[in-house]
């Protein structure tokens, strides 16, 4: 192994390499010293289309690795990139990204690039070349007359400097990342944080956070009304727990459940043990 010296030392003739392993001590590493390549971006919808043939991006800093060195490129201004028009037939997919420049290595010096696919009725994404970091993908399809009039979904990873808190779009995606302990992170607006072997909740307590009525509704005697109950999406990575209140009848009788408990949806029954119609609503308190 070459020995480095301390950067930044006078005196001392830096190459890239160098200077990418001392920078890579900035960016937020995994449990094996590898840095996660990625976007720190200036907002949530970073590529968005125009009433053109061109892509706006907004500004933005791409982490590229290398081993367990970096390069970084900044795109300090708002930036504009073309594409061509929309296929005659058929759709294909426009990848936008981009490739901080090993300049030593003949790669061309830009902020951002379009790669395009081939129009297919089933479009697939082209390929990158190595090193890309990629920002969004755009749907173009036959009759689209403008970049804005396509389907965009912003894709870029998010990077950070060491010791931040990582969003990631999707537990998937944070569960794929080898975290060192200690490291937070982001998912659907729940804070995670990486013990040795596995992601917590960093508010593991019984905290509720959605709360459902069901409405005051006639249950017949001796009978069972049962509600299914769906949970705004991504609120829960896995089954919550379920609090009834006391069902607001006048009658002991009356009582309710629940089963059929997933991450997304339950279902509610009211019972009315009498033998009489009794007016019956509940409120569901929902955590995790």
């Known amino acids: 192994m070459m020995p480095i010296p301390g950067f930044l030392s006078d005196d001392y003739d830096w190459q890239g390499a ?5 920078l890579a001590g900035l960016v937020v590493r995994d449990a094996v010293g590898v840095p996660l390549a990625g976007v720190m971006p200036s907002r949530a919808d970073l590529v968005r289309g125009r009433s053109d043939w061109y892509y706006d991006v907004s ?23 073309a594409t061509s028009p929309a296929p005659s037939s058929n759709a294909r997919i426009d990848i936008i990204y981009s490739r901080p420049a090993d ?93 040795a072997t596995a992601w917590k909740r960093v508010a593991p307590d019984q905290t509720i956070t959605y709360r459902r009525e069901l409405a005051v509704r006639s249950v ?3 009978s069972t009304i049962s509600e299914p109950v769906a949970f705004p999406a991504g609120t829960f990575s896995s089954a919550p727990v379920i609090a009834i209140a006391s069902p607001r009848s006048g009658s002991r009788g009356a009582h309710a459940t629940v089963n059929n408990l997933t991450a997304s949806s339950c279902t509610v029954h ?19």
Do not use: K
């Open 103 to 195: 300049v030593g290595a003949g790669e061309t010096v830009e902020a951002v690039f379009v790669a395009q696919g081939l129009a297919s009725s089933v479009p697939q994404p082209p390929a990158l070349p190595s090193g890309a970091v990629e920002l969004a993908r755009f749907r173009v399809s036959a009759g689209n007359t403008s970049t804005s009039a396509a389907v965009g979904t912003q894709t870029f990873q998010t990077t950070v400097c060491a010791g931040g808190v990582l969003p990631f779009r999707t537990a998937a995606q944070r569960d794929a990342f080898l975290a060192t302990p200690g490291q937070l992170a982001m998912v659907a607006d729940v804070l995670w944080q990486r013990t």
């Open 270 to 288: 009211l019972h009315n043990d009498t033998s009489s119609a009794v007016n019956m609503g509940v409120y569901l308190f929902v955590s995790m």
């Open 220 to 222: 017949p005697a001796n």
């Open 18 to 22: 160098e200077v990418g392993a001392a």
């Open 59 to 81: 500004p933005f800093v791409a982490v590229r690795v290398e081993g367990r060195t970096v390069l970084i490129g900044p795109s300090p201004e708002l930036e504009s990139v």
